[in-house]
């Protein structure tokens, strides 16, 4: 499986951006999609899932901001970033796992960099 995620970029606060993660390798339909950040000098943290099953997730600090969305036909992960604030400055990762019945699989794609000025 691979995993290229694109989008990134610098944008004012307030701002949008659409993050994109193209899987390839697999049916998308046996993933169960994340993207991840890290900010500068930080851990890296989930941002948002969305379960083969439909089901989404979203941390508390991008809630109400941003929304993730699968495109089974294209194989992509979307991740629309609105009202941007200087602190999801991050390199922003893609992440797959395999649904549980296929195994404890994983995958990373690069980071997409956002950068957002205040």
């Known amino acids: 499986v691979q995993l290229q995620a694109s989008g990134g970029g610098l944008v004012q606060a307030g701002g949008s951006l659409r993050l994109s993660c193209q899987a390839s390798?697999?049916?998308?339909?046996?993933?169960?999609m994340a993207w991840y950040r890290q900010a500068p000098g930080a851990q890296r943290e989930l941002v948002a899932t969305?379960?083969?099953?439909?089901?989404?997730y979203y941390a508390d600090s991008v809630k109400g901001r941003f929304i993730i969305s699968r495109d089974s036909i294209n194989q992509l992960v979307v991740l629309q970033l609105n009202s941007l604030k200087p602190e999801d400055t991050a390199v922003y990762y893609c992440?797959?796992?395999?649904?549980?019945?296929?195994?404890?699989?994983?995958?990373w794609g690069h980071g997409t960099l956002v950068t957002v000025s205040s």
């Open positions: 969305a379960s083969s099953t439909g089901v989404k």
């Open positions: 390798g697999t049916i998308i339909s046996f993933l169960d």
């Open positions: 992440n797959a796992k395999d649904v549980p019945w296929r195994g404890p699989n994983e995958w």
